[in-house]
């Protein structure tokens, strides 16, 4: 089968993306060659500088870390985005679940998206919980503070050392589990426990959309050894163009 006539015949796709998904928008990923792991200097590994350990023992350190490398403010959404909102809009995406905390999703469109890993995007007071903006964040000169109590601020992002957040994962596996065709995109799926998502999806149509192996690859109906961004080309409605429609 091919990725377009398993969407043309799907009613309930849920997207299951990660780091890949947003490295044609320029954002680095993790673990390849050119990624944070590899590329990142300092007196520490990345590692450390992205943990609660850190933001809390260094908060200067980790404050420098996470605005170098993890806000990417101008970056802009891609095909994958673009596409994977269009799909949503006709009604046959039903959800996306994220390991990205970039916002870039939402940016293109999408409106259920479960960010695993939570947002850069959204930050707040660790003392009385205020909301504070990314743009108050990156303006900051060394570690942000509430402008309310002067507490020190902190992303809505999960850390090295901290757990995923109950209601996002049961949010995910609902989604998943109640999926009709489940598309993995952009991911190794050798972290865990996200990786272990893709074993709560009960159907049999799994598409893996990846340019190297998966530990899921023997479980798929179709596997795609191409950017996903090229891959899901043909639903990308960019603005002025009419939104790709799907036969009934």
């Known amino acids: 089968m091919s990725l377009e006539s398993i969407i043309e015949s799907s009613r309930r796709i849920v997207f299951f993306g990660g780091a890949g998904v947003s490295t044609e928008s320029g954002i680095p990923d993790f673990r390849s060659a050119a990624g944070l792991y590899s590329t990142a200097t300092g007196p520490h590994p ?3 500088m992205l943990s609660d350990e850190c933001l809390w023992s260094e908060p200067e350190a980790f404050w420098d870390f996470h605005r170098r490398h993890l806000i990417h403010p101008g970056a802009t959404p891609n095909p994958a985005h673009r596409a994977l909102a269009a799909l949503e809009r006709i009604g046959v995406l039903s959800a996306v679940v994220t390991q990205n905390i970039d916002g870039l999703h939402q940016m293109a ?3 259920v998206v479960h960010e695993l890993h939570g947002s850069v995007h959204r930050n707040h ?7 504070v903006a990314l743009a108050d964040v990156l303006d900051a000169v060394g570690v942000p503070r509430c402008p309310a109590c002067g507490g020190m601020v902190r992303p809505d992002v999960v850390l090295y050392g901290e757990a995923l957040d109950p209601d996002v994962v049961d949010a995910a596996v609902e989604a998943i589990a109640g999926a009709d065709t489940l598309i993995v995109g952009g991911t190794s799926l050798n972290v865990y426990p996200a990786a272990g998502f893709v074993l709560r999806y009960r159907g049999e149509r799994l598409v893996l959309i990846n340019q190297t192996p998966t530990p899921y690859d023997g479980r798929a109906l179709l596997l795609v050894r191409e950017p996903i961004g090229a891959a899901l080309a043909p639903w990308d409605s960019r603005p002025g163009e009419s939104t790709p429609s799907i036969a009934n």
């Open 46 to 48: 990345p590692e450390y």
């Open 109 to 111: 469109g999408s409106r």
């Open 125 to 131: 007071c660790v003392l009385c919980d205020r909301a």
